[in-house]
């Protein structure tokens, strides 16, 4: 069995594996290989063979996350993971995690992440949970939405104003811990690209902005999913994406997806989980919402990513790294000043014993140390536990916008 980069002839047999082994049919995307080459360092995607044959495959996207406090990290993100089932249980993906991991190091990605298929794999890679996401879906004839405040005035565009004015507009709010940063090659290719195999029967992607006094606040793109019952319809809003500058143009957003004629199904499959939803609508129960696990992260460089990131307090905390099998992965120090961290390995006694696991779903605080110490991934003294939830909190839930 051969892991090595592919090269670029081998792209398309390389995605034929892939799509092959996730149940798809490469036929469906034509221009997927001119998508991979623009968006995928070859030197980056590992493939496993045998006999000359691609079996397994892995690759990274070169992206960017926001840290809390606002700060851009360069991130590894892992895609594309598949094994053929006729390959199973030989070791091969954890050879491929091996591979990957190891590139990520030698190119200085602190930090690593990805959207897990199966959630019963990553943990023993050392990725934890690092932001969660609500599905949401509910009826919205006669809910009433938004209370009394002014609204933004809104605007349908057509595709080409929204390639314009779009990716400005996002790249104002993405400062919400969690986010990714987009290049434009990203936005063409997968904010704009509307593959029709993606739409499984519902429409092109529709785009309507958000203004006040001229100025964009926020946008939702969305599909109409059209059905009828009885000449009576039963047509659904499928909402892609929400990014609005503040609650006001928020609010105006959720008004316009709930009060679109002929469809009075809305959903959304990754909504952060403070969407202002259940808060202004007159029945909150009737938002149906499941939390589901979105972003992992694996810490592999603690020093330079807890560095990277903004604290809401300041104080010390000294801990070592327990990693996946059990073993040492080194103790540190973090001391914050001023809300600016450093962070350095010591030699001096650890007072927190954290799962790398843990690590990664502290890092953007979406989850407290606390409850990491109830859940046995954090073991130590009550009082650094409390000091770590000070240290790691953030205001504002970190969420993944979308999906890698």
Not at 373 to 388: K, L, T
């Amino acid at each position: 069995m051969e892991i090595r980069a592919i090269t670029e002839e081998e792209v398309s047999v390389y995605r034929r594996s892939m799509i092959g082994t996730f149940g798809g049919d490469p036929a469906e995307d034509p221009t997927g290989d001119d998508r991979f080459r623009a968006l995928v360092d070859r030197s980056r995607a590992f493939a496993a063979f045998d006999r000359g044959a691609v079996v397994a495959t892995a690759a990274t996207f070169d992206i960017a996350l926001t840290a809390p406090g606002g700060a851009v990290l360069p991130v590894a993100g892992l895609t594309m993971v598949s094994v053929r089932p006729t390959h199973r249980r030989r070791g091969i993906l954890r050879a491929l995690m091996a591979t990957f991991l190891a590139d990520a190091r030698g190119r200085g990605n602190a930090v690593s992440g990805l959207w897990a298929s199966d959630s019963a794999i990553y943990g023993r890679f050392g990725y934890g949970v690092a932001t969660e996401y609500d599905s949401v879906s509910f009826g919205a004839a006669g809910l009433a939405v938004g209370g009394r405040g002014e609204r933004d005035e809104l605007e349908l565009v057509e595709e080409a104003d929204a390639r314009e004015l779009l990716p400005s507009l996002y790249a104002r709010a993405v400062a919400r811990p969690g986010m990714l940063a987009r290049s434009a090659a990203w936005w063409h290719h997968r904010r704009f690209t509307d593959r029709p195999d993606l739409r499984h029967g519902a429409s092109p992607r529709r785009h309507v902005l958000a203004r006040r006094g001229g100025e964009a606040t926020g946008y939702i793109t969305y599909r109409h999913r059209p059905e009828w019952e009885d000449a009576v319809a039963k047509g659904a809003v499928e909402i892609d994406e929400i990014i609005a500058l503040d609650a006001r143009a928020e609010t105006s957003l959720w008004q316009f997806a709930c009060s679109v004629d002929l469809f009075p199904n809305v959903s959304w499959w990754n909504a952060p989980v403070d969407s202002l939803l259940p808060w202004i609508v007159d029945q909150p129960r009737r938002i149906r919402r499941r939390r589901n696990d979105g972003l992992w992260l694996r810490i592999d460089d603690p020093a330079s990513a807890l560095a990277a990131r903004r604290y809401p307090a300041d104080g010390r905390l000294r801990f070592v790294v327990i990693d996946e099998a059990g073993g040492d992965g080194g103790s540190y120090e973090l001391v914050v000043e001023g809300g600016a961290g450093r962070c350095a390995p010591t030699s001096a006694g650890a007072e927190l014993r954290v799962a790398r696991t843990a690590l990664g779903s502290l890092y953007l605080g979406g989850a407290t140390a606390s409850l990491l110490a109830r859940a046995g991934q954090i073991d130590g003294d009550a009082a650094a536990v409390a000091r770590a939830d000070r240290l790691f909190g953030w205001s504002q839930p970190p969420w993944c916008e979308e999906i890698f």
